[in-house]
């Protein structure tokens, strides 16, 4: 079974599924005019549209900020790689390079760009209620199953300062490695006081590891 009748697609555009999985390496390679990058950008706001009304729908007593929370856990990057990996869309990618030229960060980010892309494309050929039927058996579950894929501990954190009315400040104490796989360890200061250390493949990750160990300081409750 291929991936299409995997998912009941009868395609009337199969170009369109090529695309999702191509990589801009692999169609320099190989002399394409076409990434997937622009399903990308559509399939990401259909995602976002799709699982906003699922969410305004189920949460009708939510304001607008707790929503967009909400939402962000269920398509931040954490939470599409593990839906493509779940559904194998991972094995269907095209790309060309060296294992010394991609980054595992690199092959993360692809595999959810992916997810997005692939989205794209069935909403081109399949129409969006097609689409909303895919994302319902994919996505729904876990929301209603209340999975957390990600916590914005740096927005707690500055929900904390701004209460409080105390400073909060990010600084940098070391950034390592080669230029297209760094690694940060970055510091938060609240009102000049030290409360945390965070290590991340990248800054924003360096500040959420940091703000979860102010958090736990602090002893300040998720929510």
């Known amino acids: 079974m291929n991936l299409l009748e995997k998912f009941n697609i009868v395609p009337k555009d199969k170009h369109l599924y090529d695309v999702a999985f191509t990589h801009g390496s692999y169609g320099t390679k190989h002399g394409l005019d076409y ?4 399903l990308e950008f559509l399939g990401d706001s259909v995602l976002n549209m799709i699982v906003s009304e699922y969410l305004y729908k189920q949460y ?27 559904l194998g869309l991972d094995k269907h990618i095209k790309i060309y390079g060296d294992d010394s030229k991609i ?31 895919y994302i319902s058996k994919i996505i729904f579950p876990y929301i209603d199953a209340k999975k957390v894929f990600f916590f914005d501990y740096k927005s707690v954190i500055k929900e904390y300062g701004d209460a409080q009315e105390v400073d909060i400040e ?10 297209h796989n760094k690694t940060f360890i970055i510091s938060i200061l609240i009102d000049g006081k030290e409360m945390g250390v965070g ?4 800054k924003k990750e360096a500040e959420q590891a940091a703000s979860k160990q102010a958090m736990k300081k602090l002893k300040i409750q998720k929510y």
């Open 199 to 202: 290590k991340g493949k990248n």
């Open 60 to 86: 009708p007593d939510y304001e607008e900020g707790k929503l967009t929370k909400l939402r962000a856990n269920y398509v931040c990057q954490a939470a599409l790689i593990y839906y493509s990996h779940e």
């Open 103 to 133: 980054t595992e960060n690199e092959v993360l980010s692809i595999t959810a760009d992916v997810f997005e892309s692939f989205l794209g494309a069935i909403f081109l050929d399949q129409g969006i209620e097609f689409a909303k039927n």
């Open 35 to 38: 990434t997937y990058e622009r």
């Open 170 to 179: 990010y600084k940098i104490l070391d950034e390592c490695g080669v230029p």
